[in-house]
């Protein structure tokens, strides 16, 4: 994979042996190929100035960018060698920068971001209301969460979004005194029923795929539940069979709320105005009253599960970014570019869903 000449550019990639491990490469070497990309996978334990050069960084650091973050040593040494490299070679496009992906490491500010969001407002998108615990004082955090208009139940999530398992721990509290189980620092958010159905929308710059994914039955506050913990994977995933998500008898015959994709395209834009990221994905729940969509979670460089020809649109957007940069497009708008003329576009995003699928290859993973 490595040391050919071939080819008129070269994307230098890293990712963890575990995502690795997961990934099509042959797919992926396939693909650049054919779009005149030499692929170079990096080894972040040596000086990256030793691996030839890049004109693309393309990463998953999310997990040691949290470590270093949270100070541990190695980390913090793996993030500093990336970004002393990136200062000195500055013409290279990194998908995607370390400072957006920085945003996405707190729940706290990136649900700030989505609160003050005003276009949200008349479009009824909302982040449910949220706030943050940094102490394990009961009667002070109960006062913070009513403060802020947080209602039970609520959904406790660690402040830190990524960088191991325990990030995914959740809890769902249904009054005070399950407010003790909850292990700072960490946000609670009311908690939206909606039938038990996830919307997880992942994207390519402008382009987006949907699909479904179980989720938590409806709950109600009340004074006599115990906590309910449980990880995400257990019940989002594509076969997860957990309990929690088979809808209680009177619930089931409420009626479904469907998707609106324009609320999608409208949260599509904002994500890629303030956060800014080519890879990203974000989960929606539908307010099985008012039909409000609320976003509960973005993502970075998510899982591309069942995405129709992953690696082709990813190439083509790549083509639009390096095109745009080396038409000197300052590299601060790379975030917004991947526009589309053609057809199966609205309003400048594309339902890769709706375009024929020319490959037949299916999400990043060999399956
Ligand atoms: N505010 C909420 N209301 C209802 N369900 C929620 C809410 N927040 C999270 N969930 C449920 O919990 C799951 C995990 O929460 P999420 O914030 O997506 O964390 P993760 O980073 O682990 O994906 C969601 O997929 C959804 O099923
Ligand atoms: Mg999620």
């Given at each position: 994979?490595?040391?050919?000449?071939?080819?008129?550019?070269?994307?230098?990639?890293?990712?963890?042996?575990?995502?690795?491990?997961?990934?099509?490469?042959?797919?992926l070497v396939c693909v650049c190929a054919s779009h005149g990309y030499n692929l170079t996978k990096l080894d972040l334990e040596r000086p990256l100035e030793d691996q030839g050069p890049i004109d693309i960084f393309l990463h998953k650091l999310t997990d040691?960018?949290?470590?270093?973050?949270?100070?541990?040593?190695?980390?913090?040494?793996?993030?500093?060698?990336?970004?002393?490299?990136?200062?000195?070679?500055?013409?290279?496009?990194?998908?995607d920068p370390l400072d957006n992906v920085r945003i996405l490491l707190n729940r706290y500010r990136y649900y700030s971001i989505l609160h003050?969001?005003?276009?949200?407002?008349?479009?009824?998108?909302?982040?449910?209301?949220?706030?943050?615990?940094?102490?394990?004082?009961?009667?002070l955090n109960y006062d913070i969460m009513i403060q802020r208009g947080v209602k039970f139940p609520v959904i406790c999530k660690p402040s830190l979004a990524h960088g191991s398992k325990l990030a995914h721990e959740m809890v769902v509290i249904f009054n005070k005194t399950g407010l003790s189980v909850c292990k700072p620092p960490c946000v609670v958010?009311?908690?939206?029923?909606?039938n038990a159905v996830l919307h997880k929308v992942f994207l390519i710059g402008n382009r987006y795929h949907i699909c479904e994914r179980p989720s938590l039955k409806n709950f109600n506050a009340s004074e006599n539940l115990a906590p309910i913990f449980y990880s995400t994977?257990?019940?989002c995933k594509a076969d997860s069979q957990s309990t929690l998500s088979i809808l209680d008898p009177h619930d089931i015959a409420d009626v479904r709320m469907t998707l609106n994709e324009d609320k999608i395209r409208s949260i599509i834009r904002v994500l890629r105005k303030e956060i800014g990221l080519v890879l990203a994905g974000f989960d929606v729940v539908i307010d099985n009253v008012t039909g409000d969509h609320a976003v509960i979670d973005i993502n970075v460089f998510p899982s591309y599960d069942n995405f129709p020809d992953f690696f082709e649109h990813f190439l083509e957007c790549i083509d639009e970014i390096v095109n745009r940069s080396t038409q000197n497009v300052c590299k601060s708008d790379v975030s917004n570019i991947c526009q589309y003329t053609s057809g199966n576009m609205s309003n400048g995003f594309?339902?890769?869903?709706?375009?024929?699928?020319?490959?037949?290859?299916?999400?990043?993973?060999?399956n």
């Open positions: 994979m490595n040391g050919t000449n071939r080819y008129d550019k070269t994307i230098g990639i890293w990712m963890s042996d575990k995502k690795s491990q997961k990934l099509n490469w042959n797919e040691i960018l949290a470590a270093a973050d949270q100070g541990d040593a190695k980390a913090s040494f793996t993030i500093s060698r990336v970004e002393q490299y990136l200062s000195n070679h500055s013409n290279v496009i990194v998908i003050n969001e005003p276009s949200f407002r008349n479009q009824s998108i909302m982040t449910p209301n949220f706030a943050e615990f940094t102490t394990s004082d009961v009667d958010q009311s908690f939206v029923n909606h994977g257990e019940v594309m339902n890769v869903s709706l375009c024929p699928s020319k490959y037949g290859v299916t999400g990043m993973n060999i």
